[in-house]
T-cell receptor
């Protein structure tokens, strides 16, 4: 069974800082990775996915993948209070996604 | 395009009662999933389906049943509700890997 590990947090950063969220995975054969954001009381929504080693940027969000070290990171630049949420990392399994337990991010004004 | 819909939004059950959580999607997705999420925890997969007539167990299937008679609908049945089933239940669907989630059902068993 594939495993996905995240620090549960909470991670607290001041407004305008860079928030760094990390995820490690057990299956060396994993090819793609997903980051979901979940606001309190709401359902998860996809914000980033990455297939290749290196960085993928989308606005203030950057996903970083290092297959040799088996970790994937999500960087949020210029963090805003509206970024306060739980961030879930996910790895595809057969016909399904394997989710980490999520990292709670709090951005303080 | 409604996406993934779930009913009811909230429900309180007594121990031993049964109920069905409804899930429907209008995106013609083959894959559908049921998760539960306990406070402060991640998503745990209960059951999933790769197409009409095909279902399989996830991590935590005990106490639940599913059926998939159509592409659109994937109901989750709770038999003999127990306090341990108090949770938020999310249904999701996907065509390939990206999953789209419904708004959730908050269930309390007293």
């Amino acid at each position: 069974q594939k495993e996905v590990e995240q620090n549960s947090g909470p991670l607290s950063v001041p407004e305008g800082a860079i928030a760094s969220l990390n995820c490690t995975y057990s299956d060396r054969g994993s090819q793609s990775f997903f980051w979901y954001r979940q606001y309190s009381g709401k359902s998860p929504e996809l914000i980033m996915f990455i297939y290749s080693n290196g960085d993928k940027e989308d606005g203030r969000f950057t996903a970083q993948l290092n297959k040799a070290s088996q970790y994937v990171s999500l960087l949020i630049r210029d963090s805003q209070p509206s970024d306060s949420a739980t961030y879930l990392c996910a790895v595809p399994g057969w016909g399904k996604l394997i989710f980490g337990q999520g990292t709670e991010l709090s951005v303080k004004p | 395009n409604a996406g993934v819909t779930q009913t009811p939004k909230f429900r309180i059950l007594k121990i031993g009662q049964s109920m069905t959580l409804q899930c429907a999607q209008d995106m013609n997705h083959n894959y559908m999933y049921w998760y539960r999420q306990d406070p402060g925890m991640g998503l745990k997969l209960i059951y999933y389906s790769v197409g009409a007539g095909i279902t399989d167990k996830g991590e935590v299937p005990n106490g639940y049943n599913v059926s998939r008679s159509t592409t659109e609908d994937f109901p989750l049945r709770l038999e003999l509700a127990a306090p341990s089933q108090t949770s938020v239940y999310f249904c999701a669907s996907s065509w390939e890997r990206e999953q789209f989630f419904g708004p959730g059902t908050r269930l309390t068993v007293l």
